[in-house]
Structures are given as structure tokens and as C-alpha cells.
């Protein structure tokens, strides 16, 4: 009778320091939702000192520092949170954000391709993978990928007027400027006043016979 008692206390113990810990990491996540980053990093942050190998909360913990500009920060949780889980998809793809941000095209760009290599096209951040890729090829002034990065990029958010115009400028730059300009008219289709696109469509107009 008396170990039931206390098999009994044991499971109610466990149980409450289980959703004390779900609670935890929903209060991270709530913050990063509502465009708390300060917050979400300290909760994070609190929340690693007793579960240090969380990856959910080194993943919440690196977006957060991402959004709030603290690239070098989150450089280091990503690297550390992937010591613990290697081929942690999140975090890889949160360390290639870092990377681009940095200024490291060549790292953030296998980092990027590793990401999707791992997720197909499974994951929510696909589309910034390919976005950030594209990017990278403009960086690098290798237009036909950027164009190709780009397009693949729009097919996953068809609605971003500033991606339309960044394939836009990739495809002029590559000199295919009936393409481009089809991209510069779909983003004045979203944002009719994006100038940009304005500007965009107006250098290469004397192009188009």
C-alpha cells in the first residue's frame, strides 16, 4: 500500500516537471511568435541550463538571435546545438542564415544546399534556403543560378514582391530580359508601388522590342 502511495506521488511529480517543461519551452516560442527576440533568448537561454540538450531550444533560441540581428551569437548556439544533433535540420539551416549574414558565401551556401539535401521540400524554410541561395549567386555574380535559385524560391511563396524582384534583377543582369520583366510585372501585380520594380522594369524596357 505504501509503495503505491509513493509510485503514485513519483508519476505526479513526473508528470508536473514534464508540463512545467512543455510550459517552458511554449513560453520561448510564444515570445519569438510575437516578435519578442530579447525575451525569447533569455527564456531560451534559462531553459538550456536545465535541459542543455534541447534542440527545440537551441533551434528557438538561434531564430530569435537571427531576427534580432545578433548573427555572431547565433553562429555559435547553432554550432553548439549541432554537436548535439548533427544532421538537426533546423539548425543547419539556422547556421547557413548566420553564415550569409556574415558575409561567408561559400559556407552558408553548402550549408543551405546540406539543409535541403536533408528536408527535400518538407520543411517550412525551403523557400528562404533557396531565397538566401539566390542571393549568394547574385553575391557571386552567377546569374543563370541565382535566376534558377530564385525561380525555384517564388514557386514556394508566390506572393513575396521583394523575391519577385530580386529574380527580376538576377534574370537582367543575366541579360534574359523578356524573363525579367515578366518578373518585375508580377511583383507591380502585388505592389503596385514597389520602386524597385519600378526601376527595374524601366532599364530594361529599351530591351524589349
Not at 513560453?27 to 527564456?43: M, P, S, T, V
Not at 534583377?169 to 507591380?188: C, D, F, G, H, P
Request: with cysteine; net charge neutral.
Amino acid at each position: 500500500m505504501i509503495f503505491k502511495k509513493l509510485y503514485a506521488v513519483v508519476l505526479l511529480v513526473f508528470a508536473a516537471a514534464v508540463l512545467s517543461a512543455q510550459s517552458q519551452e511554449t513560453e520561448a516560442l510564444k515570445f519569438y511568435n510575437n516578435g519578442k527576440y530579447e525575451q525569447a533568448i533569455d527564456q531560451c537561454k534559462k531553459e538550456l541550463e536545465t535541459s542543455p540538450e534541447n534542440l527545440d531550444t537551441y533551434t528557438v533560441l538561434c531564430w530569435a538571435l537571427i531576427k534580432n540581428r545578433q548573427y555572431r551569437e547565433a553562429e555559435y548556439w547553432a554550432t553548439e546545438g549541432l554537436r548535439i544533433g548533427q544532421y538537426e535540420h533546423r539548425l543547419i539551416e539556422a547556421l547557413a542564415e548566420t553564415k550569409y549574414f556574415l558575409g561567408n558565401n561559400d559556407a552558408a551556401l553548402s550549408l543551405f544546399q546540406q539543409y535541403i539535401s536533408l528536408v527535400r521540400t518538407n520543411a517550412s524554410r525551403v523557400g528562404d534556403a533557396y531565397y538566401y541561395m539566390g542571393e549568394i549567386y547574385i553575391r557571386k555574380a552567377m546569374f543563370h543560378h541565382a535566376d534558377i535559385a530564385l525561380t525555384v524560391a517564388v514557386r514556394f511563396s508566390p506572393r513575396n514582391d521583394n523575391w519577385l524582384v530580386r529574380l527580376g534583377y538576377a534574370r537582367e543582369m543575366a541579360k534574359n530580359y523578356r524573363e525579367s520583366a515578366l518578373a518585375y510585372t508580377q511583383a507591380l501585380e502585388i505592389n503596385p508601388t514597389h520602386q524597385d520594380a519600378i526601376r527595374g522594369k524601366e532599364r530594361i524596357s529599351k530591351y524589349i522590342y
